[in-house]
């Protein structure tokens, strides 16, 4: 994606209803399951928690069936925690960049 292209405001957000349903309820792990359409795409989002130490993260699953033509999906997640560089999968092979610049 070029700089130009990240720079932009996004045209639209995933929105519609959202459906919400819990897809484990048990003594060692719990998890929901949100599920979004827009414009023929699919958008499903798993979060789950488990008991013991792997409850010391929040666990993101995601399936994305993406057919919306000519836009591209930036899924956001707003933490008080900052990096100055992040590691970039590029098919090929990965990748170490600053987070905020060209």
Same mark, same amino acid.
């Given at each position: 994606?070029? %700089?130009?292209?990240?720079?932009?405001?996004?045209?639209?957000?995933?929105?519609?209803?959202?459906?919400?349903?819990? /897809?484990?309820?048990?003594? /060692?792990?719990?998890?929901?399951?949100?599920?979004?359409?827009?414009?023929?795409?699919?958008?499903?989002?798993?979060?789950?928690?488990?008991?013991?130490?792997?409850?010391?993260?929040?666990?993101?699953?995601?399936?994305?069936? %993406?057919?919306?033509?000519?836009?591209?999906?930036?899924?956001?997640?707003?933490?008080?925690?900052?990096?100055?560089?992040?590691?970039?999968? %590029?098919?090929?092979?990965?990748?170490?960049?600053?987070?905020?610049?060209?």
């Amino acid at each position: 994606m070029d %700089w130009s292209d990240q720079r932009k405001p996004p045209r639209a957000y995933v929105s519609g209803p959202a459906t919400v349903r819990v /897809v484990e309820n048990g003594p /060692v792990r719990v998890a929901v399951e949100v599920t979004c359409e827009t414009e023929d795409s699919k958008y499903v989002q798993t979060v789950s928690l488990a008991a013991g130490d792997p409850g010391n993260r929040v666990v993101f699953r995601d399936a994305i069936d %993406w057919k919306t033509k000519e836009a591209a999906l930036k899924a956001t997640f707003p933490l008080t925690a900052a990096n100055p560089e992040a590691t970039y999968n %590029w098919g090929l092979g990965t990748i170490e960049r600053g987070t905020n610049d060209r």
